[in-house]
């Protein structure tokens, strides 16, 4: 009797946007599929910014991986940590102690945030990567009026809130226009003694100008809709120390109720224990079918990678990027198992866009520049349909439409009941500094 022939393993690791479309291509074929993620979700990390602002809720970004792929029978789901890999004896180490064995390995681990050296920055500055950091985000902006709102109950006064922002990219952008929505349009009506209108909310960026990967005029257009709504936009002002309430630019310490950090990435530490070679930011540099030189079974794709792709243009560290790149790594795995060729990667570059606030945005798509609401809505259109999940997307449109009409958004809660209570009486508690320190 003949033996079956063994299929062969394909290891994922990430569940992000390049993992979990490579699983998604590779579903239903000829080879066993394993995704391994510290998550048992995907989450749509570009509408972060709005759990962070009490918009939308966790729920309705993040779909479970094993219902997404539910009906990909060949494709197993494994909630752990990767530690390592032995590319010898083709094997994915876990934390626990136990490995997965491979034919073909795809690292999908995305980046992580970079202080430049200071790590010791991101307890009171966070950066927005994941569904835990959105949330914390909302707590400590909701737990600042809160703060304010209560001084001025007992004192019949208060200072009005100062927000800062580190980062003139599309994240800092979303998070600073979002911010001055919040105050001056989501809870006018909701506090009575402090006037939350008067918030000053300020984008510090090191260059000379924000949204420095696009056009000039776009980085014009962006400046004046945030200004439009209030935004402080501070060019040429790069943050050398963040410390509890305030921050240093240049030589002046500037006092703060909530700092947030929106500039610096460093990809998963994963890269390095591939043992293959990393540009000058610490991504894997990799051949044009998404392989490590010198191991045809390795991939690496998403923010972990550099490459200069088949029409000699840089790759960028972007959703649609990974989504590509994962579809082409799975690709190029079934083209192996046929004995056909690989093909070399090409970016399809469709756009890029940003939102600002309420009906503000900016997109530029080919030669087409568009902003204010035509760029909102283009916006709007876009992340829904990118969004996984028929329920998350009526979702999702449902709370938008709403929140146009109504000019609210969903409830504002602090859920870290914890946090919130040691803050109201003025306790530092360790993972959330809120408040302001004296100034030089």
């Not at 994963?270 to 030189?293: F, H, K, N, W």
Request: hydrophobic share 45%.
């Amino acid at each position: 009797m003949s033996k079956t022939p063994q299929r062969p393993k394909v290891v994922i690791v990430g569940g992000g946007f390049g993992g979990l479309h490579a699983a998604k291509a590779l579903s239903n074929t000829v080879v066993d599929v394993t995704l391994i993620d510290r998550k048992n979700h995907h989450t749509f990390q570009p509408l972060l910014y709005q759990v962070a602002l009490a918009v939308l809720s966790p729920a309705e970004i993040a779909s479970s991986l094993r219902h997404i792929l539910r009906t990909s029978r060949n494709v197993q789901i494994i909630l752990g940590e990767v530690i390592g890999f032995d590319i010898t004896a083709r094997r994915v180490q876990l934390s626990d102690g136990t490995a997965l064995g491979y034919d073909y390995l795809i690292v999908a681990a995305g980046a992580r945030h970079a202080y430049f050296g200071h790590d010791e920055w991101e307890r009171d500055a966070p950066g927005l990567k994941t569904i835990e950091d959105a949330v914390e985000i909302r707590s400590r902006l909701l737990l600042a009026f809160e703060t304010a709102e209560r001084d001025a109950h007992f004192t019949g006064r208060h200072t009005p809130l100062s927000f800062a922002v580190i980062g003139g990219g599309p994240t800092g952008v979303e998070l600073a226009g979002a911010i001055a929505d919040l105050s001056r349009r989501a809870l006018t009506k909701d506090f009575k003694a402090i006037d939350t209108a008067q918030a000053r909310v300020r984008l510090y960026e090191g260059s000379p100008r924000i949204l420095g990967l696009y056009s000039e005029a776009t980085s014009w257009s962006a400046t004046e809709q945030l200004r439009q709504l209030g935004v402080e936009v501070c060019t040429e002002s790069l943050v050398t120390a963040v410390e509890p309430g305030r921050i240093k630019v240049r030589d002046e310490w500037i006092a703060t109720d909530v700092t947030l950090w929106a500039t610096g990435v460093a990809p998963s530490p994963l890269g390095p224990a591939l043992g293959a070679a990393t540009d000058r930011a610490g991504r894997v540099c990799i051949e044009q079918d998404l392989s490590v030189p010198g191991h045809r079974d390795i991939f690496v794709i998403g923010d972990m990678s550099a490459l200069i792709d088949a029409n000699g243009r840089p790759v960028p560290g972007l959703a649609a990027a990974a989504i590509q790149q994962g579809q082409a790594a799975a690709v190029n795995i079934l083209r192996d198992i046929r004995g056909a060729p690989r093909l070399p990667f090409r970016y399809r570059d469709r756009g890029s866009m940003a939102t600002i606030g309420h009906h503000r945005a900016v997109a530029e798509i080919g030669s087409m520049k568009l902003s204010g609401v035509m760029a909102w809505l283009l916006w709007s259109i876009v992340h829904v349909l990118l969004l996984i999940g028929f329920r998350n997307r009526v979702a999702v449109m449902g709370r938008w439409v709403w929140t146009y009409v109504t000019r609210e958004g969903s409830s504002p809660l602090i859920t870290d009941y914890q946090q919130a209570e040691a803050g109201s009486i003025g306790v530092q508690h360790p993972p959330i500094s809120v408040g302001r320190k004296g100034v030089d």
